[in-house]
């Protein structure tokens, strides 16, 4: 089982970007699937995590800024990012969750917000 992020890049702040994380399997069959974070020097933290029910949770910092969503036809999860900011530059993991599976990691996209 695989997870291929993409859709990363540069942006002045203000921005938006949509990155991208498509799995080789059916993305119902996760129970969580998600995006987190790692800034450099800063440990990797929650971003948005969406359920196979279609519930979602956002981090604090991101919540009106970011939407996670999903197209089960594609077996793709989306991070619509708007109003991006300089804190947001770092590189993003895609990671999904399953019973059985244990937890699973895409490579990540870099984002860069500039000021």
């Known amino acids: 089982v695989q997870l291929q992020a993409s859709g990363g890049g540069l942006v002045q702040a203000g921005g938006s970007l949509r990155p991208s994380c498509a799995a080789s399997?059916?993305?119902?069959?996760?129970?969580?699937m998600g995006w987190y974070r790692q800034a450099p020097g800063k440990q990797r933290e929650l971003v948005a995590t969406?359920?196979?029910?279609?519930?979602?949770n956002y981090a604090d910092s991101v919540k009106g800024r970011f939407g996670i969503s999903r197209d089960t036809a594609k077996n793709t999860v989306y991070l619509q990012m708007n109003s991006l900011k300089p804190e947001d530059t770092a590189v993003y993991y895609c990671?999904?969750?399953?019973?059985?599976?244990?937890?699973?990691w895409g490579q990540g996209t870099e984002v860069t917000v500039s000021s």
């Open positions: 969406i359920t196979n029910r279609a519930f979602t």
């Open positions: 399997r059916n993305i119902l069959s996760f129970n969580t």
């Open positions: 990671q999904a969750y399953a019973v059985g599976l244990g937890d699973l």
